[in-house]
């Protein structure tokens, strides 16, 4: 199961974001990592309030919570454009 949500995390990070006019476009495997390691750092902030979420100590880092989160996303998105309720 975790090949298939790192699939789903690479093809998240891999769509074309939107540049503001007058930026640097920066190459797509440089704009991935760029958001990955936002990403990364946002969720570092987040990982005392998701263990307090567990009634025992459970393992938690931010690459888990990146990469759970993008398959949550790309699994709605799917059900979204599929026009299936969960």
Do not use: W
Not at 16 to 23: E, K, S, T, V
Not at 26 to 46: F, G, H, I, W
Not at 59 to 77: N, P, Q, W
């Amino acid at each position: 199961m975790q090949h298939v949500k790192t699939s789903y995390t690479n093809k998240l990070l891999s769509r074309q974001l939107i540049i503001p006019a007058g930026m640097k476009v920066l190459e797509s495997e440089e704009m991935k990592n760029a958001v990955l390691r936002e990403c990364l750092a946002e969720m570092k902030k987040l990982i005392d309030r998701v263990k307090e979420c567990y009634l025992r100590e459970v393992k938690v880092d931010e690459a888990m919570l990146v990469v759970d989160g993008c398959f949550i996303l790309a699994r709605i998105t799917l059900q979204i454009i599929s026009g299936k309720e969960p």
